[in-house]
């Protein structure tokens, strides 16, 4: 269904309500004695402005409010006119006072808005430039496996009699591999496209397993043996699934980062996936490295900190952002066996 109309609709209604209550101050301003200040409430149409109004609608509503007051005061005609002059100036500066720091929060809003925009986009490409070697390394799988089909294939059509048979099987075992290579490359198109914000209900245990699939080579490839404990029934999450993935996918590259010095046997995560007592999805991921000192844990979810010598600082402050716009929240604990837990709660809208 076409939403447009009715926002069009609640826009002018709103619009309408301005008009009444800023017309219905000025009448009350217009028929009490001057020393009564009725234009100040004025303000309150100005703010009620500023909820939904352009920076130039803020602006024609704060000057039609001044103009509304000038008007009450030139037609009111019991009280002291100098006390009437006097509430009519302090009317005006508040109007404009309030006026000026809504535009400036507007624009504080924007600003941060953009901020949060760019420190998105550099979390994504310096997650991209981590995950090189990891790309690598899983394309690099079926196109080796497709090289060493393609020679069989050859080989068995050279034969004598050809057999055709063993070639058919090569090449169906080549256009498998390659369906593989073309998987790795959609999720990393997935994991790292700049794409709108577009929530909708999804499984949470479907979007972990799947960044988990994304990264399975690197974690072999560090010896790093993993756990995924899920709750079972857990209900759907409106939320954005690539940007869902990209938190899960910082905690787990936070997590692997944590284990370097660890000894091989040792190196361990654990992922969870649970309901909390208030309804709220929480997803966390556990490890067994160094720990946390407590300046690292009230840093770490700052922009830019790090204690990787060729780390941005990035990848932490990027999920608390996204984990913060679906009004959720993100922090760090000490384990007490040893390690780090990363966790954040994400809270569940209404099902559909």
Known sequence: MDRRPFATTTHWLRLGGLCALALGIALLDTFTDREIAIGVFQVVVVLLAAGFLSTRGVTVTALGCALLVLCSYAATRTGDR???????????????????????????????????????????LSQLGELAASIAHEVNQPLTAIAASGNACQRWLSNEPPQVERAVQAAQRVIDDAHRASAVIARVRGLV??????????????TVEQVLDFIRGELAQRQVAVELQLQEGLPPLLADQSQLQQVVLNLLLNALDALEGVAPEARRLVVKVAQDTAGAIRLGVEDSG???????????????????????GLGLALSRSIVEAHGGRIWATSLPEGGTGVYCSLPKDQEP
């Open 193 to 206: 496209r700049q794409a709108e914000v577009a929530k909708d209900w999804l499984n949470v245990a479907d």
């Open 290 to 312: 160094r720990g946390l000192t407590p300046g690292a844990r009230e840093q770490m979810f700052e922009a830019f900190y790090t204690t990787k010598p060729q780390g941005m």
């Open 82 to 124: 100098d006390a009437g002059l006097v509430n009519c100036i302090i009317s005006l500066m508040a109007i404009v006072a309030v006026a000026a720091l809504a535009l400036r929060l507007d624009a504080a809003k924007r600003a941060a808005d953009a901020a949060r925009t760019r420190l998105t986009q550099a979390g994504r």
